[in-house]
């Protein structure tokens, strides 16, 4: 994933207010905001995680280029590396979208810790709660999550081989359905199971009964 720069606006400024009273489809003040080309990368980067057509990209004067994902309650702009940081997570987009699991997963966003008290070893999954689907892709399958209105956030446990979350009933249940829809043949690097194993194992555990 290459690093965006707000440098590579060219297109005049608009303040964040102007902007969300446009009252228009978000891409299309995008198109006229910071330019076609600058909107399709973020979607590119963040388009599986929310609907392209919800982001929100502006620039104010003298301020880095934010992306609004209003529908979800989070902030992004361009930090100094070039990369998308999320303001309300301390954390920035991981160039290298690798987790070891959920494999065909295409609403995930992997995240780094940065920060002085951030460590970029600590990542998570960040995925959107709602919707469901999945078709056939080649050899695998394609996961999606659509039509949310909020998210998970999932810590990825080098150390135990697994991914964490608080112990919330949707977020187990969401854990062990993905990791159950993106199962296959070999284990996944990160938990040296599979899928389908990751996702009883999950279902079994003492925070994964009813309460």
Not at 99 to 105: D, E, N, P
């Amino acid at each position: 994933m290459s690093s965006l720069s707000a440098s590579s606006c060219r297109s005049r400024f608009l303040g964040a207010d102007w902007a969300r009273s446009l009252g228009c489809n978000p891409i299309s003040f995008v198109r006229h905001a910071v330019g076609a080309l600058l909107a399709q990368r973020v979607a590119g980067i963040l388009g599986g995680f929310e609907d392209a057509r919800k982001l929100v990209i502006f620039q104010v004067p003298n301020g880095p280029l934010s992306v609004e994902l209003k529908n979800l309650g989070l902030n992004f702009f361009v930090n100094a590396n070039g990369l998308l940081e999320c303001r309300e997570l301390g954390a920035e987009v991981n160039p290298d979208q690798e987790a070891g699991t959920l494999y065909g997963f295409r609403s995930g966003l992997v995240l780094r810790a940065v920060g002085a008290g951030g460590n970029q070893q600590q990542r998570c999954i960040l995925t959107p709660l709602g919707a469901v689907s999945w078709t056939r892709e080649d050899f695998h399958v394609s996961v999606r999550i659509t039509s949310a209105d909020h998210y998970g956030r999932f810590d990825i446990d080098q150390v135990l081989g697994q991914l964490t979350c608080a112990p919330e009933p949707e977020l187990l249940y969401t854990k062990a359905l993905l990791h159950a829809l993106t199962s296959f043949a070999l284990p996944d690097g990160l938990t040296r199971r599979t899928g389908a194993e990751e996702s009883l194992r999950t279902l079994e555990s003492g925070r994964g009964q009813p309460w």
